[in-house]
């Protein structure tokens, strides 16, 4: 217990979380909940069921935020409890735990201020990810594949909805590309770093000779677009292709070409749906996708600075931002920040925060530099 001054500490937690209370604009967010839990309780919400889970979507995802910053506070609040009472009493044991639980707490308020740094114009927006198979063959396919699950996995470690609006499959193995919505308060801004190109470095499950394989895969992240942003499409400029949902191994999975493809002419942007049941609900969601990386792109051009929003990259040697080495030793590593993690098997099973937070320190300091 030497060296700890409790009392100190204790305050120091107090005041960030004040100030992340204020950041967060709890009295905003309890207006916000409390209007949506009105029309949850609408007897007519599932006529219209995109708009339900819209809403039940966003009124989970911000009970979960709000319920997290109670629940970090009255831990800071126990804790001094806990450490006056041991004080008093000279208890060397609870003094201990105490230190271990202050420990973990400082961890938790790390955390939970990351979302004081995202304030950008979008940062509180929900996030569209596009994967992209890259150079390596069947194994980038692969790569692809385990990238989508290992972001599907960190959401719903967060209970963050995740919608899946098109999967197109490699004929081998993995996945040729997908694209899918993260339902979240703050998605964009906390996935916009995983932007960029990833490298998988591994024996080759799929050479038979057991030789060591490099892949590449890309991921975009863009945000999902609401009713006040000021982005049009001419319909005319849109080429609208219909076809058939494809499973693993191109089989097919719908009796009817409901599967639909949305090309942007002017742009060359192209975007398709497949989860839906119905030609005009793919057309929909798909439209979504096109506007939201027309928006992206609308922005990065006026701030001149094309990686701005989604990142273009080629998702080969030399534009790499994250490397995951499964042999000849094991370590996922980003280059930006320098942050490592020796258990590549938790990151792709969805253990992402940390790499996530330090690419959001990372990008607020480049902000402060480029400012």
């Not at 394989?213 to 006040?228: G, I, R, Y």
């Amino acid at each position: 217990m030497a060296g700890i001054d409790f009392d100190v500490e204790i305050k120091q937690l107090q005041a960030t979380m004040k100030t992340i209370g204020q950041v967060l604009d709890l009295d905003r967010m309890r207006a916000e909940i409390a209007e949506l839990g009105e029309q949850v309780a609408a007897p007519d919400l599932w006529d219209d069921q995109d708009n339900a889970t819209r809403v039940t979507g966003r009124l989970s995802a911000l009970q979960g935020e709000l319920d997290r910053f109670t629940s970090l506070e009255t831990r800071v609040d126990d804790l001094g409890l806990m450490v006056e009472m041991a004080q008093e009493e000279g208890d060397a044991e609870t003094l201990a735990d105490s230190e271990a639980e202050l420990g973990r707490i400082k961890k938790a308020v790390e955390s939970l201020e990351i979302r004081t740094l995202l304030s950008g114009e979008y940062d509180e927006r929900e996030a569209i990810v596009t994967i992209r198979s890259g150079a390596g063959g069947v194994d980038a396919a692969d790569f692809a594949e385990m990238l989508m699950r290992m972001y599907t996995r960190w959401a719903e470690q967060h209970k963050y909805g995740v919608e899946v609006y098109d999967v197109s499959y490699a004929e081998e193995a993995g996945i040729k590309s997908a694209e899918f919505a993260i339902h979240a308060p703050y998605a964009y801004g906390t996935l916009s770093v995983e932007a960029g190109t990833h490298r998988l470095v591994r024996i080759s499950p799929f050479d038979n000779q057991g030789r060591r394989q490099t892949s590449f895969a890309a991921v975009e992240v863009v945000p999902v677009l609401e009713q006040t942003d000021e982005i049009e499409v001419d319909e005319n400029e849109v080429r609208v292709d219909v076809f058939r949902s494809g499973g693993p191994g191109g089989q097919s999975v719908n009796t009817t070409d409901s599967a639909v493809r949305l090309t942007h002419i002017p742009t060359g942007i192209v975007v398709s749906c497949q989860n839906e049941k119905s030609q005009l609900q793919n057309k929909a969601s798909a439209m979504v996708v096109l506007k939201a990386k027309l928006l992206a792109q609308k922005k990065a051009e006026e701030a001149a600075l094309k990686k701005d929003l989604k990142g273009d990259v080629a998702a080969s040697w030399g534009d790499q931002m994250r490397n995951y080495v499964l042999n000849p030793y094991q370590i996922v590593k980003d280059l930006r920040t320098g942050y490592e993690s020796g258990n590549p098997s938790a990151v792709f099973d969805g253990d992402l925060d940390d790499f996530m937070e330090a690419g959001i320190r990372w990008r607020r300091g480049a902000e402060k530099v480029d400012a």
